[in-house]
């Protein structure tokens, strides 16, 4: 695809379920990112692959998520039992890494409900 | 990982330049600084990244002065579409992207 993908775009679940939201980063990105954004407030870093590096995962929030990259493609964010606190866009980016600086382009994001 | 410091929210008017200054007091000799764009229900968009001095396209300015502990965003001539939140990052390239809080812009007619 021409862009990040996300999917679910909408996700709406009850409390105490588990989740998975998915990113398709664009052909030969090898830098992704998950990020949090609750209403009105600003990106909360989550998690960070970069090829076949150890991922960052110094954002993550508590134990009840994690998230998996197969090879340099797609990225599965995983949140156990959820709590309503939970709601939020969830965004995904990625990035090109090369010889010099390249922009993060990101996704449209997965809106998560948890009632 | 140098932390920002934004004006919470901007308002102004159709046609007017706008210029929104962040602060990183503690950046790395190697850090880039990164302006990002992000409309509602929208992920960020990039709009320019610059080292030092002035960088300029077709979107926008950055200057940055030679101390490196601020730079400022100018937006010449906004719209109403250009009513949006405003991230300031600065890190090094390869690293994660630290968002701060952003700067609401508003544009009134």
């Known amino acids: 695809g021409a862009g990040v993908s996300q999917s679910p775009s909408n996700k709406v679940t009850e409390k105490g379920k588990d989740v998975e939201l998915r990113c398709d980063p664009i052909?030969?990105?090898?830098?992704l990112y998950w990020y949090r954004q609750r209403l009105g407030q600003g990106l909360e870093f989550l998690i960070y692959f970069q090829g076949n590096s150890a991922p960052d995962k110094s954002g993550l929030p508590s134990d009840r998520f994690s998230a998996e990259r197969t090879g340099e493609s797609v990225s599965t964010l995983t949140i156990q039992r959820t709590q309503q606190e939970d709601s939020a866009v969830y965004l995904c980016?990625?990035?090109?890494?090369?010889?010099?600086?390249?922009?993060?382009?990101f996704g449209q994001g997965t809106r998560l409900t948890v009632v | 990982l140098a932390k920002t410091t934004q004006p919470i929210s901007m308002d102004s008017y159709e046609g007017q330049e706008v210029n929104i200054t962040c602060s990183h007091n503690n950046i790395a000799t190697n850090d880039y600084i990164t302006w990002y764009q992000q409309f509602p229900s929208q992920g960020p968009r990039f709009i320019i990244q610059?080292?030092?001095t002035k960088v300029t396209n077709e979107v926008a300015s950055l200057f940055i002065p030679a101390d490196r502990k601020s730079s400022t965003l100018s937006l010449p001539r906004v719209s109403l579409s250009d009513t949006a939140v405003y991230y300031c990052?600065?890190?090094?390239?390869?690293?994660?992207?630290?968002f701060g809080a952003g700067t609401i812009l508003r544009v009134k007619s």
């Open positions: 052909s030969g990105h090898t830098a």
């Open positions: 990052l600065v890190g090094v390239y390869g690293n994660k992207l630290v």
């Open positions: 980016a990625s990035r090109r890494q090369g010889s010099g600086w390249t922009e993060a382009f």
């Open positions: 610059g080292y030092k």
